[in-house]
């Protein structure tokens, strides 16, 4: 039982984490191409894909004797709902703030 569940801001806190979900999310990949190109070990690449993994970010299949992952649009959406959100507060107490009467001088 996994009882600490990762979500896609917490996957994506971490630079390399997040710098594997980009190169991913320019196009599909396999771990041995990703790991080429990174200051990481192959297992390392391994680890953080099962992260963006159970967070959602990234889905894989199999192709052959390799496993190619690629960007989960569901959890993409996820996060582009939160921020849809956390805009839609930041201007509404934006709004807010500018509306207000200002105090005249005393």
Not at 2 to 15: E, H, I, K, Q, S
Not at 37 to 57: D, F, I, M, T
Request: glycine share 8%; proline share 5%; with cysteine.
């Amino acid at each position: 039982m996994n009882t600490y569940a990762v979500d896609g801001w917490t996957a994506l806190g971490d630079p390399t984490r997040r710098t594997i979900f980009e190169l991913v999310a320019a196009r599909p990949r396999a771990v041995g191409e990703l790991a080429s190109g990174l200051p990481v070990s192959r297992p390392a690449v391994s680890q953080h894909l099962k992260v963006l993994k159970e967070a959602g970010l990234v889905t894989d299949r199999r192709n052959g004797n390799c496993r190619i992952y690629e960007v989960n649009g569901d959890g993409l959406g996820q996060l582009r709902a939160d921020l849809d959100r956390f805009w839609t507060s930041a201007l509404t107490a934006y709004k807010v703030a500018v509306e207000q009467p200002q105090e005249e001088n005393r």
